[in-house]
């Protein structure tokens, strides 16, 4: 049996052909069309930002210890994977509360004869990362995993002073 369907390639044309589209729309603009476009995207643009605020004011972030403890914990882990895989790593935490790690390399490949616990670790990044991405960049792969480090609390509004 053979199933063979390029849901990318399809995917990608149809990608291509809207952004086609638009830039044919685009230039088929008048002068005056294209400053009431932008400026209606400014707006728009505007009112999602505010939205934003609105909402980060009423949220408080902090660093969650059992977060960060369980992003250093992986860390280890994923240079573990790294050394045995002769993977590239890059591991970063930033201001905003996130954690970050890349795994990069031109080729992969784990089998039955590979360490168990090795596929372990890579499986564990994937389930335990809020988002993840893997991307073909110039003839390498990266695998990018991102981790909050934070936890959300409302805001308590504050007292007016009498």
């Known amino acids: 049996m053979h199933y063979s369907q390029d849901y990318y390639t399809q995917a990608k044309n149809r990608l291509e052909k809207l952004h086609q589209e638009i830039q044919e729309r685009k230039a088929s603009l008048s002068e005056t069309e294209t400053a009431r476009e932008k400026e209606q995207t400014e707006k728009e643009l505007e009112r999602i930002m505010d939205r934003i605020h609105e909402s980060e004011t009423n949220i408080k972030r902090t660093v969650n210890p059992d977060k960060l ?82 936890e959300e609390t409302e805001k308590k509004p504050s007292k007016p002073s009498c």
């Open 69 to 150: 403890a369980a992003f250093l914990h992986l860390m280890g882990k994923a240079i573990e994977a790294a050394q045995y895989c002769e993977l590239n790593i890059d591991i970063k935490t930033s201001d905003s509360m996130y954690g970050v790690l890349k795994l990069q390399s031109g080729y992969l490949m784990l089998n039955k004869e590979s360490d168990i616990h090795i596929r372990e670790i890579l499986n564990e990044l994937v389930i335990r990362a809020e988002q993840y991405s893997i991307a073909a960049l110039d003839g390498i792969f990266e695998m990018e995993y991102w981790f909050d480090l934070y």
